[in-house]
C-alpha cells in the first residue's frame, strides 16, 4: 500500500534481499529494514518486529531462502529451517512459507539445477501469492459488505481486532482489504479498531494503517466492544487469523473469542479473513492449535519505543497468552481469496 507516496510491501522479496517494515517503531515512526541472513529473519520475527500471520510467513520463506544460500551442509540447512518454524508457534503460515521454499530447492536439486535459484524463485512467489490474497479478500469481502448496506448514504461501519492489515499480510490485509478496497472505491467506511491489550496492535498499526490511507477510525478500549456492538454502531465485525484448523475453529489474537461472543449476542455477522496459507487441515479442532504464551513484561510494562516503564504491582504474576481460539459455531462466515467459505 501506499507510504510517503510510494507503494510499499511489509516484507519486500527479491533474490538475496529483503526489506521490511518495522513494525516495532510503529506508529512512531514509518521504517523499513534490510534483513541479509536467515538468523536475522528468525530473530525479526520472534522479536515482532514483523508479525501477523502472513507476513510472518512471507519473511520465513525469504529466510528459508538465505538458509539454502547459507549452508551447503544438509544438517546445518536443516537446523536453520527448524529455527525458522520455531520462531512463533501458532501461525501455520510460518510453517507453510517454509515449506514451500525447501521443496522447490529440493525439487531444483533433485532435478540438477540450481537449489538457490530455485529457493529465491519461491520466496518471492509465495509473498507474491499472499499479497494477491489479500487484494481478492478485500474485492469479496467489499461487495458482501456492500450488499448488506441499508442505507447507501450512511458509512459501513465494520469492528476489528489487532492489525489483520497489509503490515499483517505483505500488502492490502486480510481484516482491513475490504475496508481499503471500499476506500478506494470512493465509498465512505468507518473502523472501530480494538485497543488490543496488552501489545496495541490495534492502537498503535492498525489506526496508524487507516489514517495513512485516509479511513476514518475510532479507536475504542477491547472492553468498549461489546458496548459499541450493543449501541448498533456496527454492521460487520472482521478479524483475521493466525490458524484456522479443519471444522473452523480459529485462533486469532487474545480477545477474538470474547469479541464473537458478543457479536452472536447482538446479532451482528462475524467474520473472519485470511489466505489459505492461515488454513491447518491437520489441526482436526481448534484444541490441535498450540497457542503462544508470551513475556510478562509485555503486560507490565508500557513503552512508547522511547523510554520504558512498569505500571502493574511489582511482584504480580502474570499470564499472558497471545491467542485465542473462538469455535466455528460463533462464526458467521469464513472469507477466503475465492470468496467466502465454510467449513464441511
Ligand atoms: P493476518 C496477529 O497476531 C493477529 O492475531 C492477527 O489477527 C494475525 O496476526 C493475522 O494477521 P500477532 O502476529 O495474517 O500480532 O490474518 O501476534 O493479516
Redesign the pocket.
Known amino acids: 500500500m501506499e507510504v510517503d507516496g510510494r507503494q510499499r510491501r511489509a516484507v519486500e522479496v527479491a533474490v538475496g534481499e529483503v526489506t521490511v517494515l518495522d513494525q516495532l517503531a510503529l506508529p512512531f515512526a514509518t521504517r523499513f529494514v534490510a534483513l541479509t541472513e536467515a538468523s536475522q529473519c528468525r530473530a525479526a520475527i520472534s522479536d515482532?518486529l514483523v508479525?501477523?500471520?502472513?507476513?510472518?510467513g512471507a519473511l520465513a520463506a525469504a529466510g528459508a531462502a538465505f538458509a539454502w544460500q547459507e549452508h551447503v551442509s544438509e544438517a546445518a540447512r536443516d537446523s536453520a529451517l527448524a529455527e525458522l518454524r520455531a520462531a512463533r508457534p501458532t501461525?501455520i503460515?510460518l510453517a507453510h512459507g517454509v515449506a514451500a521454499v525447501d521443496r522447490a530447492a529440493r525439487q531444483a536439486e533433485a532435478t540438477g539445477t540450481d537449489p538457490i535459484v530455485a529457493a529465491w524463485s519461491a520466496a518471492i512467489d509465495h509473498a507474491d501469492a499472499i499479497a494477491a490474497a489479500g487484494e481478492a479478500i478485500g474485492r469479496h469481502g467489499s461487495a458482501w459488505l456492500r450488499a448488506q448496506q441499508t442505507d447507501p448514504a450512511a458509512p459501513i461501519q465494520v469492528l476489528t481486532h489487532?492489525?489483520?492489515?497489509w503490515p499483517?499480510?505483505v500488502d492490502w490485509?486480510?481484516?482491513t482489504a475490504p475496508m481499503h478496497r471500499l476506500h478506494l472505491d470512493g465509498h465512505a467506511v468507518h473502523v472501530w479498531v480494538d485497543e488490543t491489550r496488552p501489545?496495541g496492535?490495534g492502537a498503535r498499526i492498525t489506526a496508524w494503517e487507516l489514517a495513512t490511507a485516509g479511513i476514518a477510525h475510532t479507536i475504542i478500549p477491547d472492553g468498549a466492544a461489546a458496548t459499541v456492538l450493543s449501541n448498533g454502531q456496527v454492521d460487520a465485525v472482521i478479524?483475521?487469523?493466525?490458524r484456522i484448523a479443519a471444522n473452523g475453529d480459529t485462533a486469532?489474537?487474545l480477545g477474538t473469542f470474547p469479541l464473537a461472543l458478543a457479536a452472536q449476542h447482538t446479532d451482528i455477522p462475524f467474520i473472519v479473513?485470511?489466505p489459505h496459507s492461515?488454513w491447518d487441515p491437520s489441526a482436526a479442532t481448534g484444541a490441535d492449535i498450540p497457542i503462544e504464551t508470551r513475556p510478562a513484561a509485555e503486560v507490565t510494562v508500557v513503552s512508547d519505543g522511547q523510554q520504558r516503564a512498569r505500571w502493574t504491582h511489582p511482584g504480580s504474576p502474570v499470564h499472558n497468552p497471545?491467542?485465542d481460539v473462538t469455535p466455528a459455531a460463533l462464526i458467521t462466515a469464513w472469507w477466503s481469496p475465492d470468496g467466502p467459505w465454510t467449513p464441511s
Open positions: 515482532m508479525r501477523g500471520a502472513g507476513s510472518i501461525a503460515d489487532c492489525n489483520a492489515g499483517a499480510l490485509g486480510s481484516a501489545r496492535q478479524v483475521g487469523a493466525d486469532n489474537k479473513a485470511a492461515t497471545a491467542f
